[in-house]
Each structure stands twice: as C-alpha cells, then as structure tokens.
C-alpha cells in the first residue's frame, strides 16, 4: 500500500447512515484525539505526551504516539535546525552539480511514472520546491534502481536474486521493498540495511546519485529522519501482518507508510509567514492528510489486496457490519458492504475536510499544488461510489479530464487567507 503527500481531523459525528453500527467506534476515537491534542493525559499515567519514541509508553493511543513525533518535527522548523546544519556545512555530498541535476530530474520521473495525482501537483511548485518533494517521494521508489543487478547484494547479500526490474526513487522507493517484484527476497535484514543506508545519506554520505539528491534537500530544509525512519517501519509491518483488529492499529500503519510523508513535506512546503496557526497545527493537517490519501488507497484496492492475502480494514467494524474475511476474499457487493464502505468513505471525507484547514496555512507558493492534489484525490472516494462500492474488481479513478477541471478551483481556493489561529 502506498501514500502521497497532503493533509485532517474530525469533528464529533457519526461515520454511518443509520443502518451501520460504526458510528460509536468512531467517536470513541474523535473523544481520544480531541484530549490528546489539548495536552490531555490519560489518569492512569503522569508522563509527558512527548516521549521521542514511537514504540515507547504502550498506553498510549497510535494517534498519540503519533503525535509525539509531530510535536517533533515542529519543534525542528522552530529552531531551523540550526545544529544539524553547523554540521552539514562541513559535508560536501561526493556528486558533481550535473549528476545531482540529473539524479532530480529522474526523481521527477519517477514520480511522473507511479503517482501521476502527485506529479500534477509538483507541476504546480517553484522549481526548488518541485525538485526538493520530487527527492523525497523519489526515495520511496528508487529502491527498485537498486535492485538492478548491480546493487542487488545491497540488500540481500549472497541471496540476492537474479532478475532485473523495471527502473523505479526513497518513499516510493521503500514502499517497493515489501510490494514490488522482489517483494518475495525481503527481509528484516534487508530492511536494516536500508535504514542504515538512510541514515548514511543524513550524515552527508550518499550511497548513490540518487541518495545524493535527497542528502542535498535535507540540507536545505528543516527535514527530520524520524518519519523516514518511521516509513521502514510500516514497510516492517507489513512483511509480519496482514490484517488490523481495530482503527487504533490501522491509523499507526496509515501514519507509517503515508502520513510520515506529509510531516517529510511540511518543510519543504513552508508556512506562511503572516499566519498565526502554531506549527503543530500545521503539521497535524499535513499528517491528517496523509491520512486521509492512505485510507482512500485502502478502500480503492480492497479488491488488489484481497488477491495478495492482505485486508487492510477493520476487523472489528467489519464484524460490527455482519462481514468477515469470508466476504471479503469472496468479493460479492452486497448491501451489508455497501453500508460498510459508506461509514469507511465518511471516515476518509472526514480526514479530508480536517485537513483542508491547514492548507491556507502554508507558503502561499504551495497552496495550489497542495489543494489540487488534495481535492482530486479526494474524488477516488467519489468514484469507488459511482462504481457502485465494487471495489473488488472495478479500480476507481479520476479521468484527465475532471483532473484538469479541479485546477481553477484549486487556484481559486490557493487564495485564501491564512487562518488567524487553529485549535
């Protein structure tokens, strides 16, 4: 499964029409974010929300072991990072100006190739801008150039495989390691080295031309390894598990493999100077987003994910909807999983509607991009039900056309104001 970039967070309703039993679910989970985002701390322990790990304090809520790296990453912007960079003015990255140029130009491809929604939108960047996300989502997908014969070993050691792949650049890159082709050759192992290699190219000691281009963006921004860190974690994730009890652990999993992005592209996008929202605010919405685009992928490719022994929705919602497993791998629309999809779609339209907030919040040079992606992305949701909830064997998508047509409202809505503070 996999995520793009931009931005949520629900106000108190039910997620179903009255024929579907989620709604007390999902306010049970809308009544924990409320209080954690307010600082509040569950009775049963006096610890700091802030813990600086994500596996630590097991008490803790996903949301709000999330939230600690969130408050994170603010932190970073307000400080600028100013001791990262003491350190990495004394690096110089081993590249040639004309390779970097060319490493970015083939992020960009990459991008172009496998996440076309994505790409549209980095159209819509300044070019520092444009180049500096096309590095970031590159490096989810440029594994796969690794995975060529000559870096096999890399990764597998002496096990490495013999067949070559089609060329793919590190969140893309990554999320191939446990979805793509050599999906099968994965393990911890390989995972570790790639984590070990990310680290290296934070130190300034790119592996290659394309570990080049995202050391020379992390140089530039305020940009943390935590979430890239956070991302190999969810692609660990998903070589153990294949099913989710409940949302709790569901968003965890969305927050790995897609909401890391939006927090990896906060600052490259920048706030806008005159706003007044608190940095966290901005994040959140950055995080919600990546969400909300990981929860739209769920439910399009129910169908992809059932034929690779994979459900990603919740077990016990869909027991609460009188569906099992069964029913899934059977792939039969029935009007109990038409019910089922409408609270699930409402959940995802919620996270949207949240993350819109924080749009106006950022760089007026990102604001376009950001909704146009955000607002054709949403209209997957409009499709799987226009495909009459059939996502077993109907992809939903969003013809070039009505694509095109969202970028005037985009612009139009680019032009708002910033907020003059968010809760």
Same mark, same amino acid.
């Given at each position: 499964?996999? &995520?793009?970039? $931009?931005?949520?967070?629900?106000?108190?309703?039910?997620?179903?029409?009255?024929?579907?039993?989620?709604?007390?679910?999902?306010?049970?989970?809308?009544?924990?974010?409320?209080?954690? #985002?307010?600082?509040?701390?569950?009775?049963?322990?006096?610890?700091?929300?802030?813990?600086?790990?994500? $596996?630590?304090?097991?008490?803790?809520?996903?949301?709000?072991?999330?939230? *600690?790296?969130?408050?994170?990453?603010?932190?970073?912007?307000?400080?600028?990072?100013?001791?990262?960079?003491?350190?990495?003015?004394?690096?110089?990255?081993?590249?040639?100006?004309?390779?970097?140029?060319? !490493?970015?130009?083939?992020?960009?491809?990459?991008?172009?190739?496998? !996440?076309?929604?994505?790409?549209?939108?980095?159209?819509?960047?300044?070019?520092?801008?444009?180049?500096?996300?096309?590095?970031?989502?590159?490096?989810?997908?440029?594994?796969?150039?690794?995975?060529?014969?000559?870096?096999? !070993?890399?990764?597998?050691?002496?096990?490495? =495989?013999?067949?070559?792949?089609? /060329?793919?650049?590190?969140?893309?890159?990554? /999320?191939?390691?446990?979805?793509?082709?050599?999906?099968?050759?994965?393990?911890?192992?390989?995972? *570790? #080295?790639?984590?070990?290699?990310?680290?290296?190219?934070?130190?300034?000691?790119?592996? /290659?031309?394309? /570990?080049?281009?995202?050391?020379?963006?992390?140089?530039?921004?305020? $940009?943390?390894?935590?979430?890239?860190?956070?991302?190999i974690e969810g692609m660990r994730l998903d070589l153990k598990k294949s099913t989710y009890m409940n949302f709790d652990e569901l968003y965890l999993y969305c927050y790995y493999v897609a909401g890391t992005v939006g927090l990896m592209s906060v600052p490259v996008m920048g706030i806008a100077p005159e706003s007044k929202a608190s940095t966290e605010s901005v994040y959140n919405a950055a995080l919600d987003l990546g969400i909300a685009n990981q929860l739209t992928n769920i439910l399009r490719d129910v169908g992809e994910d059932a034929r690779r022994g994979r459900i990603y929705l919740p077990q016990d919602e869909l027991a609460l909807a009188g569906l099992s497993e069964k029913d899934i791998f059977?792939?039969?629309?029935?009007?109990?999983?038409?019910?089922?999809?409408?609270?699930?779609?409402?959940?995802?339209?919620?996270?949207?509607?949240? %993350?819109?907030? &924080?749009?106006?919040?950022?760089? =007026?040079?990102?604001?376009? =991009?950001?909704?146009?992606?955000?607002?054709? +992305?949403?209209?997957?949701?409009?499709?799987?039900?226009?495909? *009459? +909830? *059939?996502?077993?064997?109907?992809?939903? +998508?969003? &013809?070039?056309?009505?694509?095109?047509?969202?970028?005037?409202?985009?612009?139009?809505?680019?032009?708002?104001?910033?907020?003059?503070?968010? %809760?």
């Amino acid at each position: 499964m996999s &995520g793009c970039l $931009v931005w949520v967070m629900p106000p108190g309703e039910s997620c179903c029409s009255s024929s579907c039993n989620q709604g007390p679910l999902l306010l049970q989970f809308l009544g924990r974010r409320k209080n954690w #985002r307010r600082g509040v701390v569950p009775r049963s322990s006096g610890k700091s929300l802030v813990s600086g790990s994500l $596996v630590a304090s097991p008490w803790k809520s996903s949301e709000e072991r999330v939230y *600690d790296v969130v408050l994170k990453q603010a932190a970073l912007v307000k400080e600028q990072s100013e001791s990262r960079r003491r350190v990495e003015d004394d690096v110089t990255v081993p590249m040639d100006w004309s390779l970097l140029n060319e !490493a970015y130009e083939r992020c960009g491809e990459v991008c172009a190739e496998y !996440a076309k929604t994505f790409h549209l939108g980095t159209l819509l960047m300044t070019p520092e801008r444009r180049r500096a996300v096309w590095a970031i989502y590159g490096s989810k997908t440029r594994y796969v150039e690794d995975l060529k014969s000559h870096n096999l !070993a890399f990764f597998f050691g002496d096990n490495a =495989p013999n067949d070559h792949v089609n /060329d793919l650049v590190w969140c893309r890159r990554t /999320d191939e390691l446990v979805d793509g082709p050599n999906a099968s050759h994965i393990t911890p192992t390989a995972l *570790d #080295r790639w984590e070990e290699r990310l680290s290296n190219l934070f130190e300034g000691r790119p592996f /290659d031309m394309y /570990d080049a281009a995202l050391s020379d963006t992390v140089s530039k921004y305020p $940009v943390d390894i935590q979430p890239f860190k956070d991302m190999i974690e969810g692609m660990r994730l998903d070589l153990k598990k294949s099913t989710y009890m409940n949302f709790d652990e569901l968003y965890l999993y969305c927050y790995y493999v897609a909401g890391t992005v939006g927090l990896m592209s906060v600052p490259v996008m920048g706030i806008a100077p005159e706003s007044k929202a608190s940095t966290e605010s901005v994040y959140n919405a950055a995080l919600d987003l990546g969400i909300a685009n990981q929860l739209t992928n769920i439910l399009r490719d129910v169908g992809e994910d059932a034929r690779r022994g994979r459900i990603y929705l919740p077990q016990d919602e869909l027991a609460l909807a009188g569906l099992s497993e069964k029913d899934i791998f059977q792939g039969k629309v029935t009007d109990k999983w038409r019910n089922f999809m409408k609270g699930q779609i409402k959940r995802a339209r919620m996270f949207f509607d949240e %993350a819109e907030k &924080g749009v106006a919040d950022l760089n =007026p040079a990102s604001r376009w =991009p950001v909704w146009a992606s955000l607002m054709i +992305y949403r209209q997957i949701l409009d499709a799987i039900e226009a495909n *009459d +909830y *059939d996502n077993f064997t109907k992809r939903a +998508y969003v &013809g070039k056309a009505r694509k095109f047509l969202s970028l005037p409202i985009a612009y139009a809505r680019s032009l708002a104001v910033p907020s003059k503070g968010m %809760a």
